[in-house]
């Protein structure tokens, strides 16, 4: 490490703040040129994303003040990387119909099907033999 050199400070809470001050507009604009689209507010949540890792996992050791950017511009790579990585569901799927399909409406017959019905159902009872105790 370099211990003798005023550069590396601990990591404090001024520190971080002063790491964020000085480079949160560099930053952004860093992760605004790595990622795929112009996409300003998404640039400014993975540069959050990034200062919240420093703070999780750099609040116990000492920070070089010199070669804070480059500590930064690797996280948020990372940060970047993960934003983009397909995530894992663990929901298993339940119902196997197409969605599409069960929420359909329910097809409605044209006229002539509905005629050849009535025609079918009209010669099916003409044909049948009268029920008993009604007279034909």
């Known amino acids: 490490m370099y211990e003798g050199t005023a550069a590396v400070q601990p990591a404090s809470p001024s520190v971080?703040?002063?790491?964020?001050?000085?480079?949160?507009?560099r930053l952004v604009r860093f992760v605004l040129n790595r990622i795929d689209r112009a996409d300003w507010h998404l640039?400014?949540?993975?540069a959050?994303?990034?200062f919240l890792r420093l703070v999780r996992d750099y609040s116990d050791?000492?920070?070089?003040?010199?070669?804070?950017f480059g500590l930064l511009t690797t996280i948020a790579r990372h940060?970047?990387?993960?934003?983009?990585r397909p995530?894992?569901?663990?929901?298993?799927?339940?119902?196997?119909?197409d969605w599409f399909?069960?929420?359909?409406?329910?097809?409605?017959?044209?006229?002539e099907d509905y005629a050849l019905a009535d025609l079918t159902a009209?010669?099916?009872?003409?044909?049948?033999?009268?029920?008993?105790?009604?007279a034909a």
């Open 79 to 84: 940060a970047i990387v993960d934003h983009y």
């Open 61 to 68: 050791r000492e920070i070089d003040m010199n070669r804070v």
């Open 48 to 50: 959050s994303e990034t």
């Open 16 to 25: 971080l703040s002063d790491v964020f001050a000085t480079h949160s507009d």
């Open 122 to 134: 009209r010669t099916l009872l003409a044909d049948s033999p009268a029920p008993l105790g009604v």
């Open 43 to 46: 640039a400014e949540d993975i």
């Open 87 to 97: 995530r894992r569901s663990s929901e298993t799927p339940v119902d196997t119909t």
């Open 101 to 111: 399909e069960a929420r359909r409406f329910p097809v409605d017959y044209s006229a």
